[in-house]
């Protein structure tokens, strides 16, 4: 009841006419700055802190907290129509996104993100009132034994799933994790695979990676094929959801949440994993296997409601212990410490207002979000009209612009041009993508606490499996390995006693 009225006494705040204002600006600049590929909403809240010097605090964090919802969707709005993500969570949403804009249904994928992250919001920022406390505390217990079983499982749901085979799948991780080892050792400073570049030993930055495969591969795909298959004009499509639609996306939507706020919860968590178990997970439940591939809705509102509240869940542990957990959550600590505000267990106490008026302005964002994007659906799918040579062309230069932002370094836009040619030549022999970017966001993070467990242990192998948590994880992870053979198994099993004789041993 205290967190109830508390929050009650937030809506107060966030409700007034000013922050309502600084609420649907953040969101429309998140949205705006989220298309942009490879200006996420890192670099938006970033780039926008030193304007918020002369606002009040509160003013200030919920034009953040705006931002941050927007940039998710802006991002994702790009990957559905373009195949190119604006930042790393938005890199599942074009894998089912992209084939149903390309069939016409660019507006239907639109609108099933758009609820998607309106209902994991939602839900994450009531999960955030209610169990704050209790899973900061949880949060502190997981160790580098239980982070590094969660990232096998987020590698080995992903490869299993994607592909025409595992081995694809694989060599397509493989090439992600050596992508992801560029740079210097993180526990022992030694360079790797940099060849006495000084600027590759800071490593290859994720946003480069995702970018150079998803937009430099596809706008390179489609100009080799262009002239034996003609440009068409895309059909915009119908602008909202029927009846089929709703009925096959009203529980991933509800799904997402629980997968993505407690991992936006964890330190190390954010929304790349959770958007990837997502995926996994409506892919095992569906009941319409053909169209996976193909442009399956499910594979856009599971994943886009689980990002969405996996934004919520970062907030817990940045307000509860300080610890941000995500890029975002970073920038916003450094906010807090500009104002003089350490954030902590005693956060609550000390800032009431602040804190309270934070969480109730994320309802609000969301509500602006939905109502401003929703109707722009069919606005937004209209990039699909514009013909391929011009479409792919601006694809390339925004590309180009942000890779270059990231760091603004001109051999950031040659490793842009060489990662784009691999991700040419692994649409030319069937690999999936997605398991490479995964293998650069997750290689090095999972490397640094494999060690840090082995060194833990001692070198003991035992060191990797000695808490309950990690076990039940690998158990998940083999049942996901071994599931396909099961079920291979029973069906033989069950089709044996009346299985026909084969012709060639008929007499």
């Given at each position: 009841?205290?967190?109830?009225?508390?929050?009650?006494?937030?809506f107060g705040t966030a409700l007034t006419p000013v922050n309502i204002l600084w609420a649907a600006l953040g969101v429309l600049l998140?949205?705006?700055?989220?298309?942009?590929?490879?200006?996420?909403?890192?670099?938006?809240?970033?780039?926008?802190?030193?304007?918020?010097?002369?606002?009040?605090?509160?003013?200030?964090?919920?034009?953040?907290?705006?931002?941050?919802?927007?940039?998710?969707?802006?991002?994702?709005?790009?990957?559905?129509?373009?195949?190119?993500?604006?930042?790393?969570?938005?890199?599942?949403?074009?894998?089912?996104?992209?084939?149903?804009?390309?069939?016409?249904?660019?507006?239907?994928?639109?609108?099933?993100?758009?609820?998607?992250?309106?209902?994991?919001?939602?839900?994450?920022?009531?999960?955030?009132?209610?169990?704050?406390?209790?899973?900061?505390?949880?949060?502190?217990?997981?160790?580098?034994?239980?982070?590094?079983?969660?990232?096998?499982?987020?590698?080995?749901?992903?490869?299993?799933?994607?592909?025409?085979?595992?081995?694809?799948?694989?060599?397509?991780?493989?090439?992600?994790?050596?992508?992801?080892?560029?740079?210097?050792?993180?526990?022992?400073?030694?360079?790797?695979?940099?060849?006495?570049?000084?600027?590759?030993?800071?490593?290859?930055?994720?946003?480069?990676?995702?970018?150079?495969?998803?937009?430099?591969?596809?706008?390179?795909?489609?100009?080799?094929?262009?002239?034996?298959?003609?440009?068409?004009?895309?059909?915009?499509?119908?602008?909202?959801?029927?009846?089929?639609?709703?009925?096959?996306?009203?529980?991933?939507?509800?799904?997402?949440?629980?997968?993505?706020?407690?991992?936006?919860?964890?330190?190390?968590?954010?929304?790349?994993?959770?958007?990837?178990?997502?995926?996994?997970?409506?892919?095992?439940?569906?009941?319409?296997?053909?169209?996976?591939?193909?442009?399956?809705?499910?594979?856009?509102?599971?994943?886009?409601?689980?990002?969405?509240?996996?934004?919520?869940?970062?907030?817990?542990?940045?307000?509860?212990?300080?610890?941000?957990?995500?890029?975002?959550?970073?920038?916003?600590?450094?906010?807090?410490?500009?104002?003089?505000?350490?954030?902590?267990?005693?956060?609550?106490?000390?800032?009431?207002?602040?804190?309270?008026?934070?969480?109730?302005?994320?309802?609000?964002?969301?509500?602006?979000?939905?109502?401003?994007?929703?109707?722009?659906?069919?606005?937004?799918?209209?990039?699909?009209?514009?013909?391929?040579?011009?479409?792919?062309?601006?694809?390339?230069?925004?590309?180009?612009?942000?890779?270059?932002?990231?760091?603004?370094?001109?051999?950031?836009?040659?490793?842009?041009?060489?990662?784009?040619?691999?991700?040419?030549?692994?649409?030319?022999?069937?690999?999936?993508?997605?398991?490479?970017?995964?293998?650069?966001?997750?290689g090095p993070n999972a490397e640094q606490q494999l060690r840090r467990a082995l060194q833990i242990s001692d070198g003991s192998v035992?060191?990797?499996?000695?808490?309950?948590?990690?076990?039940?994880?690998?158990?998940?992870?083999?049942?996901?390995?071994?599931?396909?053979?099961?079920?291979?198994?029973?069906?033989?099993?069950?089709?044996?006693?009346?299985?026909?004789?084969?012709?060639?041993?008929?007499?």
């Amino acid at each position: 009841m205290d967190s109830l009225n508390s929050l009650m006494d937030g809506f107060g705040t966030a409700l007034t006419p000013v922050n309502i204002l600084w609420a649907a600006l953040g969101v429309l600049l998140g949205t705006a700055i989220g298309v942009l590929p490879g200006i996420g909403p890192a670099m938006a809240v970033a780039l926008l802190l030193p304007v918020t010097y002369g606002l009040e605090p509160i003013g200030a964090f919920i034009m953040f907290a705006g931002i941050y919802y927007g940039a998710m969707f802006g991002g994702s709005t790009t990957s559905i129509l373009l195949n190119t993500p604006g930042e790393s969570a938005a890199v599942v949403a074009a894998m089912e996104g992209n084939p149903m804009a390309k069939s016409g249904r660019g507006a239907q994928a639109l609108a099933a993100a758009a609820i998607g992250h309106f209902a994991g919001g939602l839900i994450g920022t009531v999960l955030l009132v209610a169990l704050a406390p209790t899973v900061a505390a949880l949060a502190v217990d997981i160790g580098a034994p239980d982070y590094f079983a969660i990232m096998v499982l987020a590698f080995i749901a992903v490869t299993s799933v994607l592909g025409s085979s595992r081995i694809r799948g694989l060599a397509s991780l493989l090439i992600g994790l050596t992508l992801g080892l560029v740079g210097l050792d993180q526990m022992t400073g030694q360079q790797r695979l940099t060849f006495g570049s000084l600027q590759l030993a800071d490593g290859i930055d994720v946003v480069i990676v995702a970018v150079g495969l998803f937009a430099i591969g596809e706008a390179l795909w489609v100009a080799a094929h262009l002239r034996s298959r003609p440009a068409e004009p895309i059909p915009v499509g119908r602008p909202w959801l029927d009846r089929d639609d709703v009925r096959r996306t009203w529980k991933p939507w509800l799904r997402g949440p629980l997968i993505g706020f407690p991992f936006g919860a964890i330190p190390a968590g954010g929304a790349e994993i959770p958007t990837f178990l997502s995926y996994a997970a409506e892919k095992r439940l569906s009941k319409h296997k053909d169209d996976w591939g193909k442009g399956a809705i499910e594979g856009v509102a599971g994943p886009e409601s689980a990002a969405s509240a996996s934004a919520a869940g970062t907030l817990v542990s940045m307000l509860t212990l300080g610890l941000p957990t995500t890029a975002v959550a970073a920038v916003m600590l450094a906010a807090f410490q500009q104002y003089g505000i350490q954030p902590g267990p005693l956060l609550f106490e000390r800032e009431p207002d602040l804190v309270w008026g934070l969480i109730a302005s994320l309802f609000v964002g969301m509500v602006l979000l939905l109502a401003l994007n929703l109707p722009l659906a069919p606005v937004w799918a209209k990039l699909l009209r514009i013909p391929r040579p011009y479409l792919y062309a601006g694809i390339l230069f925004f590309a180009a612009v942000g890779a270059y932002a990231v760091g603004g370094e001109t051999v950031d836009l040659v490793i842009l041009l060489i990662i784009g040619l691999i991700g040419f030549g692994m649409r030319r022999y069937g690999l999936p993508v997605l398991p490479a970017v995964i293998g650069v966001i997750l290689g090095p993070n999972a490397e640094q606490q494999l060690r840090r467990a082995l060194q833990i242990s001692d070198g003991s192998v035992s060191g990797l499996v000695n808490t309950p948590f990690a076990v039940t994880v690998y158990a998940v992870t083999a049942l996901l390995l071994l599931w396909p053979l099961l079920t291979r198994l029973v069906r033989r099993g069950g089709t044996k006693p009346g299985r026909a004789e084969p012709e060639h041993t008929k007499a």
